[in-house]
């Protein structure tokens, strides 16, 4: 039986299947299952079954997420399916790993969304950066629409589907569903206030679905291989498999599909072949750079949604980011503020304006001017941009390694004020 | 209703509404930036947070943006827990990082909404001890200043300038904690309405550059209630006075009316006020040489002025001053002083005005509108408050499709998102492409004969009662039958036509599309008739039908009349230089009151000089028929007094008592003394101050001259002061001119005067509707047999300009730079025919005037669309069709360069 039903077709080495073996490889299966009668309604039921939760950082059900789509004859008729595949959290390259190598299997996983939110568009949003992944899209596209999995009328089924591939002009703000939406749109990349939420009123006014890739390479092998499968597949309490990765100061840095509830453990052991020789782990960030920091005492904790949550951190992304002894966790997070201002969109004061001050501080403090104020307004710049203040997550997401790093390296701060230079340079 | 509590205090409040607007309503301090009273939520600034409890044991609470979380029944929210005090005071740190701190250098100190924010929060000690951003400044052309650094980037500017306005050169620009809220590159900010910049700006990026030039604080600023005379609309304004001359003008809220805004004519157009043309004495000519009247021969001259003496009376004069004429000359002898063509639609406006089946809308009414259609009125440049007004009614749809989505009318950004180009359809029916075909769902450009055949055919497609075209031109059929669908369609449809098309057939096309929208409607039909000037229709009320300036032209040429006064009036501005110059020539003496040289202070044998409506009170009627009351601001530095004041008898010295003279002596204006403010509810001697309490250098001002303290001049006019003391607005705000609360020094000090945000003014009035709808139902009007206008030549129509169509307002140094000369649009198949280029000079046949061409893409062939410019040609000189004649070696005074159309046509340029 697969387990691996995300990277199951990559090969690196040999580039990405065209149509012929993906479908070999079981690929556009529930295509047929739809031309021969499977409602949106199965189709749905099977994913809430499934228990599928977004992978892209906030883990939210998928099922549920599309069950907010208005339906029945007084809702719009026109609706949109949107693919976020602005893949720009530091430390984070999973979703490039799915698209550079199996590309059909995102195609798929959209035809399957949208034909169950009753979408006759959909969009890839996908990073500029990414022209490997571009040219792969670009090419399994064209493939699909000479195949007619695309266009009118698929398979005899009634249903359209056109998917447009945008790439982005690059701004890490783009990754909020909302501002990937204005973006799309041609305006300013600025978050738009939840609610009302896509699903009600998304791109062009209209009900959007905004989905993660790797949340709809999921759906394939859901719809092939049944919900009871995808049970099987998960080691921990969420189900299925997951992308994890890790970078930093280990031995092989990479990206894995691993079940659900791998313990952290065995992912920085037995697949990143643990730490480079001569250096030991401090701490990492489990899910990119704006999750909180997690100690090496948590490393037996099975990795997912729930389990994490429980020790103040967040899956997120699954993609860990390594901190090693002999790196200045204050220069790594001062790294991470600069990122967060400088990508910050500039509509919500506290972000606008804390995240300046704060990367201004950590300059300051690499230099050796920092004073002793100034972490008291660090502290207080935690609460200031947290959750609930701002009008996005950008800066409660760099609240996390922020007030997590002042808790874990409060020595570090301090060193850095009392010896008046980074201790970690020599 | 819905209950709040609010700190453990129980309100009242409307569940429709968002909890910062109903924490305002109810007379709470709550410190906002990006919210705005009219421009609804969008939660940028995150300075108005509170803490809200989900009930009862809720200790904890979480602190959520008062703007952007509905005032839901059994709300429990703390404004002055500790964690949200906290939350504001570090917002106001964060937004005083970067910002310049230049407030004693700054125009906008004093009434400076961030400063009033900053005290409000309680930060006061600068934690930032690290550089601050600094931004390039634009220049913006002649009205506004630009100061990038003083951004606190609140968005109030561009969702105004963009989203609200319509503008589309003012944009955010760049990210993070360098957005640039500017133009593309310097340049005029293309806008009409760009001034209102000015007071939606919380601090001082966008401020007034008029004022700037010679700024002074707010509290120093001798200020009253005053109404707008810069077109037929009445916007209600505080102009501001100080050292004699008049600084500026804010917008004053009038709930009906302006509401928060004006229009960059109302805003800059005051200069002239203070203008060393102005006439300043009394003048005698002597054998045609023009002398200073002393004072005490005034009388003996005014005496002359009986027996056959006439009066021509004038749309920018007051009430009292027409009245007064009116009252000296006799009614039979009292003229309207309008172009002929005017007077006759300016009686069907009467007319319709007292027809039942309509109702003239305010500007807050036309706001609701569902489905307009305007009729030959270019509105941006005749009635320029109402063009921002129907930017707002086209966006019913958008409020209809939120509320269908229950998305709150309030949540600005998403109820745009949701509807996004959705409109509530206009259709403009005009011989031009207009500043409003942005938001237009039809826009039909034709020769004004070939409109009021569309007009017609879709009053007939609305009720077959209605005749049908005559001559219905093909391409028209499918946009009548269209247009009269939507407007059929709607719940409420309005109707705009008026007088500056000068088309009589198009206002009464109008009025069948407005009778057939009726028909079958149990509530009058909204048709808004749009008058030009200030107090067009208060003339029209005073002089009678056959009293058309023509008449009293014709009386004197035939030697009927030998005397004539004529009253802030430039006769030739309103007739054919050839007409106006044979009956003056005609006349024994002629007495003109103006308060500028014109071509017909020229002829006159006396001229008195008279205030102007900032040095005077008065009252004008808009187009709606609403009289209202503008107070005297300040002292005219000159012998200039109110024309009234000259033409009455000495038994009358008060403007009240005329007032109420006019009222009893005249049905038609017994309400205009409705308008005196109650001075009974004033404790007896108390005077309502004009100048603020910290009003400072009252006895240092003058002392370059004297030293000697002198008596502060006194109003035996009115019950305003010009003084600090008296009565304060916080006690009785019955004469309100600047708003001012405790810790409000800015505009935003507003709602503290509202009944609730956004309502009526507490103790004021919104002016008093005149004319009552009891006159006699019309029936429809019979269709032209075919165009009207045949012959050689192309079909003329009339354009008009914000800048430059009111005589006084062009008379401003600022104006005068946005001005553009005298033109003629063609279509390029019309150019070419007439081997005519963009930019080449042309004299229009029948009139001594040239115009330069401006070739436009939309135009119709075989029309042209005049443009007088200041003056420079006289329309009532020009037949129904022109011809051009090309004139080499002649450069314009203003080139088309000023010119903002969609269509210019650039191929050949």
Same mark, same amino acid.
């Given at each position: 039986?697969?387990?691996?039903?995300?990277?199951?077709?990559?090969?690196?080495?040999?580039?990405?299947?065209?149509?012929?073996?993906?479908?070999?490889?079981?690929?556009?299966?529930?295509?047929?299952?739809?031309?021969?009668?499977?409602?949106?309604?199965?189709?749905?039921?099977?994913?809430?079954?499934?228990?599928?939760?977004?992978?892209?950082?906030?883990?939210?059900?998928?099922?549920?997420?599309?069950?907010?789509?208005?339906?029945?004859?007084?809702?719009?008729?026109?609706?949109?399916?949107?693919?976020?595949?602005?893949?720009?959290?530091?430390?984070?390259?999973?979703?490039?790993?799915?698209?550079?190598?199996?590309?059909?299997?995102?195609?798929?996983?959209?035809?399957?969304?949208?034909?169950?939110?009753?979408?006759?568009?959909?969009?890839?949003?996908?990073?500029?950066?990414?022209?490997?992944?571009?040219?792969?899209?670009?090419?399994?596209?064209?493939?699909?629409?000479?195949?007619?999995?695309?266009?009118?009328?698929?398979?005899?089924?009634?249903?359209?589907?056109?998917?447009?591939?945008?790439?982005?002009?690059?701004?890490?703000?783009?990754?909020?569903?909302?501002?990937?939406?204005?973006?799309?749109?041609?305006?300013?990349?600025?978050?738009?206030?939840?609610?009302?939420?896509?699903?009600?009123?998304?791109?062009?006014?209209?009900?959007?679905?905004?989905?993660? =890739?790797?949340?709809?390479?999921?759906?394939?092998?859901?719809?092939?291989?049944?919900?009871?499968?995808?049970?099987?597949?998960?080691?921990?309490?969420?189900?299925?498999?997951?992308?994890?990765?890790?970078?930093?100061?280990?031995?092989?840095?990479?990206?894995?599909?691993?079940?659900?509830?791998?313990?952290?453990?065995?992912?920085?052991?037995?697949?990143?072949?643990?730490?480079?020789?001569?250096?030991?782990?401090?701490?990492?960030?489990?899910?990119?750079?704006?999750?909180?920091?997690?100690?090496?005492?948590?490393?037996?904790?099975?990795?997912?949604?729930?389990?994490?949550?429980?020790?103040?951190?967040?899956?997120?992304?699954?993609?860990?980011?390594?901190?090693?002894?002999?790196?200045?966790?204050?220069?790594?997070?001062?790294?991470?503020?600069?990122?967060?201002?400088?990508?910050?969109?500039?509509?919500?004061?506290?972000?606008?304006?804390?995240?300046?001050?704060?990367?201004?501080?950590?300059?300051?403090?690499?230099?050796?001017?920092?004073?002793?104020?100034?972490?008291?307004?660090?502290?207080?710049?935690?609460?200031?941009?947290?959750?609930?203040?701002?009008?996005?997550?950008?800066?409660?997401?760099?609240?996390?390694?922020?007030?997590?790093?002042?808790?874990?390296?409060?020595?570090?701060?301090?060193?850095?004020?009392?010896?008046?230079?980074?201790?970690?340079?020599? | 209703?819905?209950?709040?509590?609010?700190?453990? #205090?129980?309100?009242?409040?409307?569940?429709?509404?968002?909890?910062?607007?109903?924490?305002?309503?109810?007379?709470?301090?709550?410190?906002?930036?990006?919210?705005?009273?009219?421009?609804?939520?969008?939660?940028?600034?995150?300075?108005?947070?509170?803490?809200?409890?989900?009930?009862?044991?809720?200790?904890?609470?979480?602190? =959520?943006?008062?703007?952007?979380?509905?005032?839901?029944?059994?709300?429990?929210?703390?404004?002055?827990?500790?964690?949200?005090?906290?939350?504001?005071?570090?917002?106001?740190?964060?937004?005083?990082?970067?910002?310049?701190?230049?407030?004693?250098?700054?125009?906008?100190?004093?009434?400076?909404?961030?400063?009033?924010?900053?005290?409000?929060?309680?930060?006061?000690?600068?934690?930032?001890?690290?550089?601050?951003?600094?931004?390039?400044?634009?220049?913006?052309?002649?009205?506004?200043?630009?100061?990038?650094?003083?951004?606190?980037?609140?968005?109030?500017? +561009?969702?105004?300038?963009?989203?609200?306005?319509?503008?589309?050169?003012?944009?955010?620009?760049?990210?993070?904690?360098?957005?640039?809220?500017?133009?593309?590159?310097?340049? +005029?900010?293309?806008?009409?309405?760009?001034?209102?910049?000015?007071?939606?700006?919380?601090?001082?990026?966008?401020?007034?550059?008029?004022?700037?030039?010679?700024?002074?604080?707010?509290?120093?600023?001798?200020?009253?209630?005053?109404?707008?005379?810069?077109?037929?609309?009445?916007?209600?304004?505080?102009?501001?006075?100080?050292?004699?001359?008049?600084?500026?003008?804010?917008?004053?809220?009038?709930?009906?009316?302006?509401?928060?805004?004006?229009?960059?004519?109302?805003?800059?157009?005051?200069?002239?006020?203070?203008?060393?043309?102005?006439? /300043?004495?009394?003048?005698?000519?002597?054998?045609?040489?023009?002398?200073?009247?002393?004072?005490?021969?005034?009388?003996?001259?005014?005496?002359?002025?009986?027996?056959?003496?006439?009066?021509?009376?004038?749309?920018?004069?007051?009430?009292?001053?027409?009245?007064?004429?009116?009252?000296?000359?006799?009614?039979?002898?009292?003229?309207?002083?309008?172009?002929?063509?005017?007077?006759?639609?300016?009686?069907?406006?009467?007319?319709?005005?007292?027809?039942?089946?309509?109702?003239?809308?305010?500007?807050?009414?036309?706001?609701?509108?569902?489905?307009?259609?305007?009729?030959?009125?270019?509105?941006?440049?005749?009635?320029?408050?109402?063009?921002?007004?129907?930017?707002?009614?086209?966006?019913?749809?958008?409020?209809?499709?939120?509320?269908?989505?229950?998305?709150?009318?309030?949540?600005?950004?998403? =109820?745009?998102?949701?509807?996004?180009?959705?409109?509530?359809?206009?259709?403009?029916? /005009?011989?031009?492409?207009?500043?409003?075909?942005?938001?237009?769902?039809? *826009?039909?450009?034709?020769?004004?004969?070939?409109?009021?055949?569309?007009?017609?055919?879709?009053?007939?497609?609305?009720?077959?009662?209605?005749?049908?075209?005559?001559?219905?031109?093909?391409?028209?059929?499918?946009?009548?039958?269209?247009?009269?669908?939507?407007?059929?369609?709607?719940?409420?449809?309005?109707?705009?036509?008026?007088?500056?098309?000068?088309?009589?057939?198009?206002?009464?096309?109008?009025?069948?599309?407005?009778?057939?929208?009726?028909?079958?409607?149990?509530?009058?039909?909204?048709?808004?008739?749009?008058?030009?000037?200030?107090?067009?229709?208060?003339?029209?009320?005073?002089?009678?039908?056959?009293?058309?300036?023509?008449?009293?032209?014709?009386?004197?040429?035939?030697?009927?009349?030998?005397?004539?006064?004529?009253?802030?009036?430039?006769?030739?501005?309103?007739?054919?230089?050839?007409?106006?110059?044979?009956?003056?020539?005609?006349?024994?003496?002629?007495?003109? @009151?103006?308060?500028?040289?014109?071509?017909?202070?020229?002829?006159?044998?006396?001229?008195?000089?008279?205030?102007?409506?900032?040095?005077?009170?008065?009252?004008? #009627?808009?187009?709606?028929?609403?009289?209202?009351?503008?107070?005297? #601001?300040?002292?005219?530095? *000159?012998?200039?007094?109110?024309?009234?004041?000259?033409?009455?008898?000495?038994?009358?010295?008060?403007?009240?008592?005329?007032?109420? @003279?006019?009222?009893?002596?005249?049905?038609?204006?017994?309400?205009?003394?409705?308008?005196?403010?109650?001075?009974?509810?004033?404790?007896?001697?108390?005077?309502?101050?004009?100048?603020?309490?910290?009003?400072?250098?009252?006895?240092?001002?003058?002392?370059?001259?004297?030293?000697?303290?002198?008596?502060?001049?006194?109003?035996?006019? *009115?019950?305003?002061?010009?003084?600090?003391?008296?009565?304060?607005?916080?006690?009785?705000?019955?004469?309100?001119?600047?708003?001012?609360?405790?810790?409000?020094?800015?505009?935003?000090?507003?709602?503290?005067?509202?009944?609730?945000?956004?309502?009526?003014?507490?103790?004021?009035?919104?002016?008093?509707?005149?004319?009552?709808?009891?006159?006699?139902?019309?029936?429809?009007?019979?269709?032209?047999?075919?165009?009207?206008?045949?012959?050689?030549?192309?079909?003329?129509?009339?354009?008009?300009?914000?800048?430059?169509?009111?005589?006084?307002?062009?008379? /401003?140094?600022?104006?005068?730079?946005?001005?553009?000369?005298?033109? #003629?649009?063609?279509?390029?198949?019309?150019?070419?025919?007439?081997?005519?280029?963009?930019?080449?000079?042309? /004299?229009?046949?029948?009139?001594?005037?040239?115009?330069?061409?401006?070739?436009?893409?939309?135009?119709?062939?075989?029309?042209?669309?005049?443009?007088?410019?200041?003056?420079?040609?006289?329309?009532?000189?020009?037949?129904?069709?022109?011809?051009?004649?090309?004139?080499?070696?002649?450069?314009?005074?203003?080139?088309?360069?000023?010119?903002?159309?969609?269509?210019?046509?650039?191929?050949?340029?």
């Amino acid at each position: 039986m697969v387990d691996k039903p995300l990277t199951k077709n990559i090969d690196l080495a040999r580039g990405p299947m065209d149509i012929a073996g993906y479908e070999a490889a079981d690929g556009y299966q529930s295509l047929r299952a739809i031309a021969a009668g499977l409602s949106p309604d199965d189709v749905l039921q099977r994913v809430k079954d499934s228990g599928l939760k977004g992978r892209g950082g906030a883990g939210f059900p998928t099922g549920l997420k599309w069950s907010f789509v208005p339906r029945g004859d007084d809702a719009p008729k026109q609706k949109y399916l949107v693919v976020n595949a602005d893949e720009m959290e530091p430390g984070t390259f999973k979703d490039r790993l799915l698209m550079e190598g199996d590309p059909h299997l995102l195609i798929e996983g959209m035809i399957i969304a949208a034909y169950t939110i009753g979408a006759s568009v959909g969009y890839i949003f996908l990073r500029g950066e990414y022209v490997a992944s571009e040219r792969a899209l670009n090419k399994a596209i064209a493939e699909a629409k000479e195949k007619g999995y695309l266009g009118r009328n698929i398979l005899d089924s009634g249903y359209d589907l056109e998917i447009i591939l945008h790439t982005s002009a690059g701004r890490y703000i783009c990754g909020e569903e909302t501002a990937l939406l204005n973006a799309l749109e041609g305006k300013r990349a600025t978050p738009r206030a939840k609610p009302p939420f896509p699903q009600v009123s998304g791109l062009w006014g209209k009900p959007t679905i905004v989905n993660n =890739v790797e949340t709809l390479c999921n759906l394939p092998g859901i719809l092939n291989y049944g919900v009871e499968w995808y049970h099987g597949l998960t080691r921990g309490k969420d189900h299925g498999t997951k992308l994890f990765g890790a970078s930093g100061r280990v031995k092989s840095p990479g990206c894995w599909e691993l079940p659900l509830g791998t313990p952290i453990r065995e992912i920085l052991e037995d697949k990143a072949g643990g730490m480079c020789d001569g250096y030991q782990l401090k701490a990492f960030l489990p899910g990119g750079a704006s999750t909180d920091f997690m100690l090496p005492e948590h490393l037996d904790i099975p990795f997912d949604y729930d389990d994490v949550a429980k020790v103040g951190s967040r899956l997120a992304t699954g993609t860990m980011i390594v901190l090693d002894d002999r790196t200045c966790p204050v220069g790594m997070i001062g790294n991470m503020m600069t990122f967060f201002a400088h990508e910050s969109c500039g509509f919500c004061t506290p972000c606008r304006d804390g995240l300046p001050w704060v990367d201004a501080i950590f300059r300051e403090l690499e230099a050796g001017k920092g004073k002793e104020k100034d972490l008291q307004i660090l502290h207080d710049h935690v609460e200031y941009m947290g959750p609930g203040r701002t009008f996005c997550a950008l800066a409660p997401g760099a609240t996390a390694p922020l007030g997590s790093g002042l808790k874990h390296f409060a020595e570090d701060f301090a060193r850095h004020i009392k010896e008046r230079a980074c201790p970690y340079r020599h | 209703m819905a209950k709040i509590l609010v700190d453990g #205090v129980e309100y009242d409040v409307d569940p429709e509404n968002n909890l910062l607007q109903e924490c305002l309503s109810q007379g709470l301090d709550l410190p906002y930036f990006c919210w705005h009273p009219c421009m609804g939520s969008v939660g940028a600034c995150r300075q108005c947070a509170v803490k809200q409890y989900r009930d009862e044991e809720d200790e904890k609470g979480m602190i =959520v943006m008062a703007c952007m979380t509905p005032a839901a029944d059994g709300s429990r929210i703390s404004i002055t827990d500790a964690q949200a005090r906290l939350m504001r005071e570090q917002v106001i740190e964060s937004l005083m990082i970067n910002h310049p701190h230049d407030c004693p250098v700054c125009e906008e100190g004093g009434e400076c909404h961030l400063q009033d924010m900053t005290v409000m929060s309680g930060h006061n000690y600068r934690r930032y001890d690290k550089k601050k951003r600094t931004h390039q400044n634009q220049y913006l052309g002649p009205f506004i200043n630009h100061e990038m650094n003083r951004c606190i980037a609140c968005y109030r500017c +561009v969702r105004y300038y963009d989203d609200y306005a319509g503008g589309t050169d003012l944009s955010a620009q760049a990210s993070h904690h360098h957005v640039y809220f500017g133009r593309y590159e310097e340049g +005029v900010l293309e806008s009409e309405f760009s001034g209102n910049l000015v007071e939606v700006c919380p601090t001082g990026v966008f401020t007034d550059r008029v004022f700037s030039a010679h700024y002074t604080r707010k509290w120093d600023l001798q200020s009253a209630p005053s109404v707008c005379t810069g077109c037929g609309v009445g916007c209600n304004t505080t102009p501001g006075e100080r050292y004699g001359t008049l600084r500026r003008i804010v917008n004053r809220y009038n709930s009906d009316v302006n509401g928060y805004f004006l229009c960059d004519r109302g805003r800059f157009g005051f200069e002239y006020v203070n203008s060393g043309e102005r006439l /300043s004495e009394p003048q005698v000519r002597v054998k045609g040489q023009t002398e200073a009247m002393a004072p005490e021969h005034i009388p003996s001259v005014l005496q002359q002025f009986t027996g056959d003496v006439i009066g021509i009376g004038s749309p920018r004069a007051s009430n009292e001053g027409n009245f007064a004429l009116q009252h000296l000359v006799g009614e039979e002898n009292f003229y309207a002083g309008v172009a002929d063509g005017e007077h006759a639609i300016n009686q069907l406006i009467l007319q319709l005005a007292r027809d039942p089946a309509f109702h003239n809308p305010s500007i807050r009414e036309i706001e609701q509108a569902d489905a307009i259609i305007i009729l030959g009125e270019d509105v941006t440049n005749v009635a320029p408050r109402v063009a921002l007004a129907l930017r707002q009614s086209v966006r019913n749809e958008a409020r209809a499709l939120a509320e269908k989505n229950k998305i709150p009318q309030w949540h600005d950004a998403a =109820v745009r998102e949701l509807a996004q180009h959705d409109r509530s359809p206009l259709s403009i029916l /005009s011989s031009y492409a207009t500043r409003l075909d942005d938001i237009a769902e039809d *826009s039909v450009i034709d020769g004004p004969a070939g409109l009021v055949q569309l007009a017609h055919a879709i009053a007939h497609r609305l009720n077959d009662e209605a005749a049908d075209a005559e001559a219905l031109e093909p391409a028209h059929s499918d946009a009548a039958g269209k247009i009269a669908a939507q407007l059929k369609g709607a719940r409420r449809p309005l109707v705009i036509a008026g007088s500056a098309s000068g088309s009589l057939e198009l206002l009464q096309a109008a009025s069948n599309i407005a009778r057939a929208l009726q028909s079958g409607r149990d509530t009058p039909v909204d048709f808004c008739t749009l008058v030009p000037e200030a107090n067009t229709l208060g003339l029209t009320l005073l002089a009678r039908e056959e009293n058309s300036l023509g008449a009293a032209l014709e009386r004197i040429a035939a030697g009927k009349a030998s005397k004539l006064i004529v009253l802030e009036n430039d006769l030739y501005r309103r007739a054919a230089p050839a007409q106006v110059d044979a009956a003056l020539g005609k006349l024994e003496s002629l007495l003109v @009151l103006d308060l500028m040289p014109t071509a017909t202070t020229e002829k006159a044998d006396y001229v008195l000089p008279v205030t102007a409506f900032s040095e005077q009170e008065s009252t004008t #009627v808009n187009y709606e028929g609403r009289a209202q009351l503008s107070f005297q #601001v300040h002292q005219s530095a *000159s012998t200039a007094r109110p024309a009234w004041l000259w033409l009455t008898p000495d038994n009358i010295s008060r403007v009240d008592d005329l007032i109420e @003279l006019c009222s009893a002596q005249l049905a038609r204006f017994g309400k205009l003394d409705d308008l005196l403010p109650d001075v009974s509810q004033f404790v007896s001697g108390m005077k309502v101050p004009r100048q603020s309490h910290r009003y400072s250098g009252r006895t240092a001002m003058r002392a370059n001259i004297n030293v000697h303290e002198g008596r502060q001049p006194q109003d035996d006019q *009115s019950l305003l002061a010009f003084s600090m003391e008296g009565v304060s607005p916080l006690k009785n705000a019955a004469i309100l001119g600047q708003a001012w609360a405790p810790g409000w020094n800015s505009n935003q000090s507003i709602s503290k005067f509202q009944e609730e945000v956004n309502g009526e003014l507490k103790q004021g009035h919104t002016g008093e509707l005149l004319i009552a709808r009891d006159g006699e139902r019309l029936s429809y009007f019979p269709a032209p047999t075919a165009k009207s206008a045949s012959g050689d030549g192309l079909e003329l129509a009339l354009a008009h300009q914000i800048f430059g169509s009111d005589e006084l307002s062009a008379r /401003s140094e600022a104006i005068q730079q946005r001005m553009t000369g005298a033109y #003629v649009s063609l279509a390029p198949s019309d150019a070419e025919r007439l081997s005519l280029k963009q930019g080449d000079r042309v /004299s229009l046949d029948g009139n001594g005037g040239l115009a330069t061409v401006c070739i436009r893409k939309k135009m119709k062939p075989g029309t042209a669309a005049v443009y007088c410019g200041d003056n420079e040609i006289n329309p009532h000189a020009l037949e129904a069709r022109v011809s051009l004649s090309k004139v080499d070696g002649e450069s314009p005074v203003r080139a088309l360069d000023g010119l903002i159309v969609s269509d210019l046509y650039e191929e050949a340029y």
